[in-house]
């Protein structure tokens, strides 16, 4: 069912909400500009963990994604986003609750896990970012976006959920001073990362790098590389749900 939650005096963060148990609650974090169906993806594995599990569900768009406000995408927005929703449902009575977070906001997830330790009891992230990621940002949007991008301090992109996502300059920077060490330290709870292997992405190449940079500072871990998989996980569907359902079960 269509689920909002108050964000602003203006705004409502939109999601969807299977109601299934009152304590424990699985959360979908989407990835960059994109929405809480993520090219249908999050669809189809929310189905699936609805289908093999006794879990709650909550997917929702981040704010400037799809249905929730217009707002202007950075990591601190997304802190924030993350931190409200969590509020939300620990208020509710969830006190079991897994993350299941895809690309930037996978590691969005790892950022607010130390506030909420106590009821997150795992992570499952796909493709994050856990090392200094510096892409080629004027090659990404355009030359004539990256010349006004920093006067004007956000640049409208288009996106897969078909509405243009404002996105802040701040977002580079973002992305460039991710602490490995920072991030490990602060974790406390069973972490599943799940990479691609598909030799023609070098972006997710160099996010598994990073991630098993990672794992080497942690002991709590497991890591997953699916064969062939590209950064978006487009066509592995069912291997993610499985790894889903396997951790909500204890099961791992």
């Known amino acids: 069912m269509i689920y909002n939650i108050s964000h602003t005096s203006w705004w409502m963060i939109s999601g969807d909400f299977i109601k299934k148990s009152d304590e424990n609650l699985v959360i979908f974090f989407?990835?960059?500009?994109?929405?809480?169906?993520?090219?249908?993806?999050?669809?189809?594995?929310?189905?699936?963990?609805?289908?093999?599990?006794?879990?709650?569900?909550?997917?929702?768009?981040?704010?400037?994604?799809?249905?929730?406000?217009?707002?202007?995408?950075?990591?601190?927005?997304?802190?924030?986003?993350?931190?409200?929703?969590?509020?939300?449902?620990?208020?509710?009575?969830?006190?079991?609750?897994?993350?299941?977070?895809?690309?930037?906001?996978?590691?969005i997830a790892l950022m607010v896990y130390p506030f909420f330790q106590q009821y997150i009891q795992s992570l499952i992230l796909s493709g994050p970012a856990v090392g200094p990621m510096c892409?080629?940002?004027?090659?990404?949007?355009?030359?004539?976006l990256y010349a006004v991008w920093p006067t004007q301090g956000y640049i409208e992109l288009p996106s897969k959920c078909g509405r243009k996502v404002k996105v802040s300059y701040d977002i580079m920077k973002d992305?460039?001073?991710?602490?490995?060490?920072?991030?490990?330290?602060?974790?406390?709870?069973?972490?599943?990362?799940?990479?691609?292997?598909?030799?023609?992405?070098?972006?997710e190449s160099e996010l598994l790098e990073y991630s098993k940079k990672f794992i080497s500072l942690y002991d709590k871990w497991?890591?997953?590389?699916?064969?062939?998989?590209?950064?978006?996980?487009?066509?592995?569907?069912?291997d993610i749900?499985?790894?889903?359902?396997?951790?909500?079960?204890?099961?791992?």
């Open 30 to 107: 989407h990835g960059f500009t994109t929405d809480k169906s993520s090219s249908w993806r999050f669809d189809d594995i929310s189905k699936y963990v609805d289908t093999h599990t006794n879990w709650s569900i909550f997917r929702f768009d981040f704010m400037g994604c799809w249905v929730s406000g217009d707002w202007i995408i950075s990591f601190g927005s997304g802190c924030e986003d993350a931190q409200q929703v969590l509020r939300h449902f620990i208020d509710k009575g969830y006190t079991n609750i897994v993350i299941y977070g895809h690309s930037m906001w996978g590691t």
């Open 135 to 144: 892409y080629n940002w004027e090659e990404y949007v355009g030359n004539e």
């Open 241 to 252: 749900s499985k790894i889903i359902t396997q951790v909500l079960s204890k099961s791992f």
């Open 222 to 238: 497991k890591l997953i590389v699916l064969d062939g998989a590209k950064h978006t996980m487009m066509g592995y569907n069912e």
């Open 175 to 203: 992305f460039a001073s991710i602490n490995t060490e920072m991030l490990a330290k602060s974790m406390n709870c069973p972490i599943c990362i799940i990479h691609g292997n598909h030799p023609d992405d070098t972006e």
